[in-house]
């Protein structure tokens, strides 16, 4: 158990410190520097603003310091805005954490009940609709989902306003999000609640007596959410990536939409900035979630 | 001799047959036909005919090849029928005609019109225009076709470096097979959207001087890049997969045996382990051409994707965003396109898996 634990932080670790070095190299390899701009200043300016940004430096030694700062929670200065970029991350990510949030919430939700309402109900009308709608789901990009939606519900129908800055616009992020991790939810609810409530032990309550819906909350469903757990890990991953394009289409000035403002703009301090912060936060994420799934279940062993 | 026969009383216990109460003709060889009609056994089946004749009996999936098929068509045929190109600006009369923007589906411009009233033939916009002048239907054509040949491309690319590092890892075993697989689950653990895009920025930049006047520039280098993104990341899933199929079928008595007889390690991957292992590869094969799809169009939305003026079905829907209120046709042409790719292939993936894999079998 220890050992498990300890290795897979240890993977963990590496991962993120490759991550910060790919990011990090890949950035210094783009020709073109930060000062190169058009309105370049002049050659004793520009050392001097080497200098003060360690630019003049060997890039292993910039890499070096880069880590030092980040380690002390340090992401530098985006070269658009000037602003520290720690504090454009901390802001931005109040609202991507709240939209994901939502949004996983609601995939996890509506995905659990609809499983379950399908494996109750197999090979009746409601088991095909869902396996068909669920089907359909997984095949609509977000950002295609996101654009429709949009050009339905705020465009044709006006049931939305199409910018505002307050938090009551996040009905249609959210559906955006969280229709393709709500479809994966459902299948795998409906698998794995099939497959539990094949198990002998459901046999033996409801021979015993069992009132049928214990059986199938207690004996059933409780059994059938471990393989989701293992889910979690991949679906905040896809949220947070999703989040890129949707933040981006529904204007909400979240994480998403700085890296993809970051892009655009060629500000390189910010991509590596939320690259690297993402990419840890999605780490870490698959490891907590696998670490639960073998807490969870006892019957897991560690190897 | 006749005569003595019957006259022959036969004993009535006797089991012996009474001849006479049959005609010679009877004792006749039997015919083809009638031969036929004893067989019980239907004829021997391969694996690879079995499994055929589950996937015909699969309605989606059958369907979802005949879409498949008649989306290719379109995109083969479609641009020579269509006299127009995917960067070409609409003229009439050789002069370029700046009329043509944004035209509806089935409409002409107001020069097209006036060159109709004097006599000529024109190919009609089956879904008009875009803010450039270019007729929309040539480049959803031409989306779809770059967005299928990234989606099979990148697919093959994984394939040969899974089934290569896989092979291997699984068949040397050991502590190669530790290290190969710690490398493995590194990459498997990097966020893959953040990566792509990250390295689909820094490679645009790095490569371009690179394949400068070489016969890859005509690609475009995001082309490129993508491809490169492709290999470097996406192959993680289907090593692991071929190396699982390796390890069992490594125990089996068929291998101990062609290893027995001198065969070498090279020859047992090629003809013992790889065809054995064939249908799950062919299966997670025909589920990645969906996901790389999905993987380009983002991509492209996010304008990272391929390089313009060449469209991807992506860069498309991207576009589209810009004129939503007034032209919603042109964000709903390319995202059904999309959807009908991606959930043709999956269908078709999942109806393979249940037709070739032996495991699902009941």
């Known amino acids: 158990m220890a050992k498990y634990v300890v290795k897979r ?63 002390h929670g340090d992401f530098g200065v985006s070269l658009k805005t000037g602003r520290d970029i720690m504090k454009t991350i901390s802001e931005s990510f109040a609202v991507s954490a709240k939209l994901g949030g939502m949004a996983a919430a609601v995939a996890l939700a509506c995905g659990i009940v609809f499983g379950s309402i399908a494996a109750l109900n197999r090979n009746k009308w409601p088991d095909r609709l869902i396996v068909f709608l669920s089907t359909l789901a997984t095949a609509v990009p977000s950002f295609v989902l996101a654009t429709l939606l949009l050009l339905v519900f705020c465009i044709q129908l006006g049931w939305f306003p199409v910018f505002s800055t307050d938090s009551q616009n996040y009905v249609l992020p959210v559906i955006a999000l969280s229709l393709y991790p709500m479809a994966y939810t459902t299948r795998l609810t409906k698998t794995s609640m099939l497959d539990a409530l094949g198990q002998d032990y459901v046999r033996t309550a409801r021979a015993k007596g069992v009132a049928p819906v214990k059986v199938i909350f207690k004996h059933g469903l409780r059994n059938a ?30 994480l998403g939409s700085k890296f993809v403002t970051g892009i655009t703009n060629r500000d390189y301090p910010m991509v590596m900035a939320t690259t690297i912060f993402l990419a840890t936060l999605m780490v870490v994420m698959n490891l907590i979630c696998d670490l639960v799934y073998k807490l969870v279940d006892p019957r897991i062993t560690f190897d | 001799m006749a005569d003595k026969n019957n006259d022959f009383k036969k004993n009535p216990f006797s089991l012996q047959v009474d001849l006479s109460r049959f005609s010679p003709s009877q004792f006749d060889l039997a015919t ?63 002069r370029r005609d700046k009329t043509a923007k944004n035209l509806m589906p089935f409409t002409w411009s107001k020069n097209e019109q006036k060159a109709i009233d004097e006599g000529q033939k024109l190919f009609p916009h089956i879904l008009g225009t875009d803010e450039q002048c270019r007729d929309y239907f040539v480049r959803i054509l031409y989306g779809t076709r770059v967005s299928l040949a990234v989606g099979l491309f990148a697919s093959i690319i994984v394939l040969i470096i899974g089934l290569l590092y896989g092979s291997v890892a699984g068949y040397a075993g050991g502590r190669v097979d530790l290290i190969m697989m710690r490398i493995v689950d590194i990459i498997y653990s990097l966020p893959d959207m953040l990566m792509v895009i990250l390295l689909s920025v820094i490679m645009k930049e790095t490569l371009a001087p690179l394949i400068q006047n070489t016969v890859l520039a005509g690609l475009g280098v995001n082309m490129i890049s993508l491809f490169l993104v492709f290999a470097l990341l996406y192959w993680v899933s289907m090593a692991r997969l071929v190396r699982g199929q390796i390890l069992t079928i490594k125990e089996n008595e068929y291998i101990l045996a062609a290893r027995s007889i001198g065969a070498k390690p090279a020859r047992i991957i090629r003809q013992h382990i790889i065809p054995n292992c064939l249908s799950v ?37 991207n576009a589209a965003r810009s004129g939503l209120q007034s032209y919603p046709h042109k964000l709903v042409f390319p995202a059904v396109v999309i959807c009908l790719i991606v959930l043709s292939f999956n269908l078709l993936g999942d109806g393979l898996r249940d037709a070739f894999d032996p495991k699902l079998r009941r």
């Open chain 2, 281 to 317: 590869i062919i299966i997670s094969t025909a589920l990645q051409v969906p996901s790389a799809i999905f993987t380009e169009s983002f991509l492209s939305f996010l304008g990272m994707g391929v390089q313009a003026p060449m469209p991807s079905l992506g860069s498309l829907a």
């Open chain 2, 32 to 94: 083809e036909e009638e031969k036929a009609q004893q067989e019980v056994m239907s004829e021997s089946t391969t694996f690879f005919k079995d499994g055929m004749r589950r996937l015909k009996k699969n309605p989606l999936a059958m369907m979802s090849i005949v879409v498949l098929v008649l989306i290719v068509l379109a995109c083969v045929v479609g641009p020579m029928v269509v006299p127009y190109g995917y960067e070409e600006m609409i003229s009439v009369n050789g």
């Open chain 1, 225 to 254: 959410l471990i393989p989701v757990i293992t889910y979690a890990g991949p679906m905040i991953a896809y949220i947070l990536t999703g989040s890129l394009v949707v933040e981006n289409i529904f204007t909400i000035g979240g």
């Open chain 1, 9 to 71: 932080i240890l993977l963990a670790i590496v991962t993120v410190f490759i991550i910060c070095a790919i990011t990090f190299f890949g950035m210094n390899a783009i020709p073109g520097g930060p000062f190169d701009s058009e309105k370049a200043p002049s050659p004793e300016v520009k050392a001097v603003l080497m200098e003060r940004y360690n630019l003049d430096k060997p890039v292993i030694v910039q890499f070096g310091l880069y880590l030092k700062n980040l380690a």
